[in-house]
């Protein structure tokens, strides 16, 4: 997630590395250094790689193997727990609170084993971003890289020459890719707010049910409090609020929980399949309530012992992938064919969960607040160098633009379930199924490489026919 309600540690790493810092950059040849393919060390690297006379003149040069953990040199790093910890937040999303949905529309058992398939493939995703970037920190004598850079990296170093001169372009492309993932994120948010504000009040007020608005007029209103969040544009002032919403957000989930399991009868009422379209929409919700790939290397690049990383990966994805299996599982026994998201709408309009759906509300506004600093850094890096006067009145403006383009696109597609479903199956696969696997491949390619390389390549085209195959049987589905 998001849970992705507390990314704030995480995003703020992630701002800075997108943004190279809040300060405005000088002029757009600022852009060109941050380029991987411009900087000296990339092209002397190539020069030296493509040198046949590099290992006469300079015998032994490449057996020193550079360390990237002592250039780093990062005081406030995360050690494991606080990267484990990190690792839960960033990938467990606010689709968790949908899940009960998700198992619906794939049938209790079905559901239960697709989670288990696409549950040990994700983090294994994560892990090849990680295997790479950590392989061309030795290469390139760079002690850390985003994702958008890393893709950049593999393209400029791998095999296919012709495409060196365009990965600039690659990155681009993968900056393009993440800005409109976390935009559907913020997108989703938006909706659920407003459905669940929507409920919560015409519950209470007959007054206000008389009234029949529709779920539009609410995302307006809740456009209001996500304006003014906007505004705030210092992260610090966000993150003491995160691990609050985080509390929020598990004590109402628990709650539901609790009534869904006095509400649960025969187990085998519950349909164990359904069809293929209803497994396709289980696994978009899947991905998009456990995927972490776009925060995977913001989590590695800060770590104090960044060789830890799969030990922490394989904790925190335990963690995540029992949350979201437990939701699932038991919301659907419990409520069945009647189950709506999110799940916090289950619970009785009682004094006590009134007040918890109230404090529900606002984790996820302030969750809103933490997630729209990504989008908006990536497209400010790009924009923010054209103003170098009245930067933060310019900023602030370019803010409140953004809040108005998303809430337009939840006002022109607010299904909450839908839109989950095209970001977990359409955006997610590409960024965690067929980039990951593109990057491994083009990081370890080996002219006459030996039977290990050959079995990567067949593992990542693998992949990368899965990550297609969901992207196209979303476009299906979308079409039925």
């Not at 989590?299 to 990966?313: G, H, Q, R, S």
């Not at 970001?423 to 491949?441: D, H, K, Q, Y």
Request: overall charge positive; charged content about 15%; aromatic content about 12%.
């Amino acid at each position: 997630m998001n849970s992705a309600i507390g990314r704030s540690q995480v995003l703020r790493f992630y701002i800075k590395m997108f943004s190279g810092g809040n300060k405005p950059s000088s002029s757009a040849k600022d852009d060109d250094v941050s380029s991987l393919y411009s900087i000296k060390i990339l092209s002397d690297f190539l020069d030296r790689s493509d040198s046949s006379l590099y290992h006469e003149v300079y015998p032994g040069t490449e057996r020193a193997e550079y360390d990237f953990t002592l250039e780093r040199r990062n005081v406030n790093g995360t050690n494991l727990l606080e990267s484990t910890s990190h690792i839960v937040k960033g990938c467990l999303g606010v689709g968790i609170l949908s899940m009960h949905v998700g198992y619906m529309h794939g049938g209790l058992w079905a559901s239960l084993g697709v989670t288990a398939v696409i549950g040990s493939l994700v983090p294994y995703a994560m892990y090849m971003l990680v295997y790479s970037a950590q392989k061309l920190y030795v290469r390139l004598r760079v002690p850390r890289l985003t994702y958008s850079h890393l893709v950049e990296a593999a393209i400029a170093t791998g095999p296919m020459r012709c495409c060196r001169k365009h990965s600039k372009v690659f990155r681009y492309s993968m900056d393009v890719i993440l800005f409109s993932e976390v935009c559907g994120t913020c997108c989703i948010y938006q909706i659920m707010i407003a459905s669940t504000m929507k409920q919560v009040l015409e519950s209470l007020s007959p007054t206000i049910l008389g009234w029949h608005l529709s779920l539009r007029i609410y995302i307006l209103i809740v456009m209001v409090p996500f304006f003014c969040m906007s505004m705030i544009t210092n992260l610090k002032y966000l993150a003491p609020f995160s691990l609050i919403a985080d509390l929020f957000v598990a004590i109402c989930i628990l709650t539901t929980m609790y009534y869904s399991l006095s509400e649960a009868g025969d187990i085998r009422d519950r349909p164990a399949y359904k069809d293929f379209f209803g497994l396709i929409q289980f696994t978009g919700i899947l991905l998009y309530s456990i995927d972490g790939a776009s925060v995977t290397m913001p989590i590695e690049n800060n770590m104090t012992k960044p060789l830890y990383f799969p030990m922490a990966l394989q904790i925190g994805m335990t963690i995540v992938l029992l949350s979201v299996t437990l939701t699932g599982f038991f919301g659907y026994w419990g409520y069945g064919e009647k189950c709506r998201s999110p799940i916090i709408t289950h619970m009785p309009f009682e004094t006590v969960p009134i007040i918890l759906g109230f404090l529900f509300l606002a984790a996820l506004i302030v969750s809103f607040a933490i997630n729209f600093w990504v989008p908006f850094r990536i497209i400010w890096h790009y924009i923010g160098r054209r103003h170098k006067r009245k930067h933060g009145v310019w900023e602030r403006i370019y803010r409140g633009i953004l809040v108005i383009i998303i809430t337009c696109l939840s006002l022109a597609y607010p299904n909450l379930i839908r839109l989950m479903i095209l970001m977990g199956n359409f955006f997610l696969s590409i960024t965690t199924f067929i980039v990951p696997a593109l990057i491994e491949s083009l990081v370890t390619w080996r002219p006459r490489g030996q039977g290990s390389v050959r079995w990567r390549l067949l593992k990542n085209t693998l992949l990368i026919t899965f990550g297609l195959a969901l992207c196209i049987c979303t476009l299906m589905y979308f079409d039925k």
